[in-house]
């Protein structure tokens, strides 16, 4: 029984992956930002971080709406990729990039990769982080420091600790030229599914995903770089 669902249809599932990603996008953005704060030093950081702790219920409501963003874009994004697998069950030998307007590259043919060492790296991430030493369920005194004579989580010491370790840094450094790459073809292709279609917007789409992965990327790369180097 086919679905009466638009939204179901191959389209409908390119539409829902290109709408969570790009409001991913934003998210990741945003997280970057804020992670350049540590540049500035542990108290702003944890200033940063302690002004996201104290919106409450507001920053529960906005965790919910991540998290249903996350699976809807890794539960589609899995979804049309079988879909392809199913229309052609046997992998040419030998690909060839069918340039432009297609622009299918590598990247396009590693999104599925890419994406799934992306959402076990959120998992592990996630846990590392929020839910580590100092976190909710997790209360640890010795990653509490005060702020203006009121006890904050000290996150800045965590990262700090986190990133001297080589296989963190350099392991985040390897995720986030992935994220690159996913980012690169998905802003492209989300804007196209959106209906930036036109042939001749084609160089500029791309180069807008291109630039806009690059500069996330970069920025994220930045701070377990600096920290390892000692450079701030
Ligand atoms: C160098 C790179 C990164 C650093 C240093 C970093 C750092 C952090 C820290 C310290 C937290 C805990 C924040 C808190 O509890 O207030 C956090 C949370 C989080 N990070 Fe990252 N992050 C990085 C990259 C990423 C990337 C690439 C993604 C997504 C693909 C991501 C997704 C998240 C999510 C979803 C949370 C949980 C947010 C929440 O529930 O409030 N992070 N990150």
């Known amino acids: 029984m086919s679905s009466k669902n638009p939204l179901r249809s191959p389209i409908g599932k390119k539409l829902v992956t290109g709408v969570t990603g790009l409001g991913l996008v934003v998210f990741v953005f945003i997280h970057m930002t804020g992670n350049l704060a540590l540049f500035t030093g542990n108290e702003a950081y944890n200033q940063y971080t302690?002004?996201?702790t104290s919106l409450g219920g507001l920053l529960y409501v906005i965790e919910a709406g991540l998290v249903a963003f996350f699976l809807f874009h890794i539960v589609n994004g899995i979804q049309i990729w079988l879909g392809k697998r199913k229309a052609r069950p046997v992998?040419?030998?030998t690909y060839k990039s069918a340039g432009s307007p297609s622009q299918q590259s590598a990247s396009s043919r590693s999104m599925i990769i890419t994406g799934l060492i992306l959402a076990v790296f959120l998992v592990v991430h996630v846990i590392s982080f929020k839910f580590g030493p100092g976190g909710p369920g997790n209360a640890d005194p010795a990653?509490?420091?005060t702020i203006g004579g009121e006890e904050v989580r000290d996150l800045a010491k965590l990262v700090r600790e986190n990133f001297a370790?080589?296989?963190?840094?350099?392991g985040y450094t390897f995720v986030m030229l992935l994220l690159v790459v996913h980012l690169r073809h998905g802003i492209w292709s989300a804007l196209q599914s959106l209906g930036a279609m036109r042939p001749s917007l084609t160089p500029l789409v791309y180069t807008i995903g291109a630039v806009v992965g690059v500069l996330i990327g970069a920025g994220f790369i930045a701070l377990p770089l600096?920290?390892?180097f000692n450079l701030i």
């Open 50 to 52: 302690h002004f996201l």
């Open 91 to 93: 992998g040419y030998d």
């Open 143 to 145: 990653y509490v420091t």
């Open 165 to 170: 370790s080589p296989f963190y840094t350099f």
């Open 226 to 228: 600096a920290i390892y």
